[in-house]
T-cell receptor
Framework: QQQVKQSPQSLIVQKGGISIINCAYE??????FPWYQQFPGKGPALLIA?????SEKKEGRFTISFNKSAKQFSLHIMDSQPGDSATYFC???????????FGSGTKLNVKP | GAVVSQHPSWVICKSGTSVKIECRSL??????MFWYRQFPKQSLMLMAT?????????EQGVEKDKFLINHASLTLSTLTVTSAHPEDSSFYIC?????????????FGPGTRLTVT
């Protein structure tokens, strides 16, 4: 059973637009939700993360929105740039358990 | 801060030989390290969780005798692929966790591309 479901699988956005990637989870014990960015042939890099005590977290052009009742969280990339073209993974983990459950990934292509 | 290195970045080996991949946390101590495998255009598949000074915990379906993990210190974990076969060819990525038991951030290494001929 997939613990974290991510959509869409791929996304094309024009430069300057907003990219939105969504994730949903089942386990209400999850309490840490990071987003990772991965370029081809590289390891994932931590972008931004949120805990369920807040509904939104913003770092620069990246914002996580968190809806605890719906068990959903999303990544918004404002003013998307061609350099943002990468694969994005959401993940979730549970306090006192180190294991991360990753989404299936979203390949973002920002067109100039 | 929070830099994780892997060595080698890529390796080609012959079928039947063993390959060792190192994962180091360069500027922090990691009580827990993780080993993942990633196939092209797919998500990360957790292979095992490694805690310093204790035996690794393997995920279901991962052969512990084939993928040997040693977490010798708070900054070094190694993955040895024993008797490698072409189907073991993959992108192997490690991650290190800064805070144990608190859902702490995982920082990933750059990955190791293994090709078995």
């Amino acid at each position: 059973q997939q613990q974290v479901k991510q959509s869409p699988q791929s996304l094309i956005v024009q430069k300057g637009g907003i990219s939105i990637i969504n994730c949903a989870y089942e386990n209400t014990a999850f309490d840490y939700f990071p987003w990772y960015q991965q370029f081809p042939g590289k390891g994932p890099a931590l972008l931004i993360a949120i805990r369920p005590d807040v509904s939104e977290k913003k770092e620069g052009r990246f914002t996580i929105s968190f809806n605890k009742s719906a068990k959903q969280f999303s990544l918004h990339i404002m003013d998307s740039q061609p350099g943002d073209s990468a694969t994005y993974f959401c993940a979730a983990s549970r306090n006192n358990f180190n294991k991360f459950y990753f989404g299936s990934g979203t390949k973002l292509n920002v067109k100039p | 801060g929070a830099v994780v290195s892997q060595h080698p970045s890529w390796v080609i080996c012959k079928s039947g030989t063993s390959v060792k991949i190192e994962c180091r946390s360069l500027d922090f101590q990691a009580t827990t390290m993780f080993w993942y495998r990633q196939f092209p255009k797919q998500s990360l598949m957790l292979m095992a969780t490694s805690n310093e000074g204790s035996k690794a915990t393997y995920e279901q379906g991962v052969e512990k005798d084939k993928f040997l993990i040693n977490h010798a210190s708070l900054t070094l974990s190694t993955l040895t692929v024993t008797s490698a076969h072409p189907e073991d060819s993959s992108f192997y990525i490690c991650s290190a966790q800064r805070l144990a038991g608190l859902g702490g951030e995982q920082y990933f290494g750059p990955g190791t591309r293994l090709t078995v001929t």
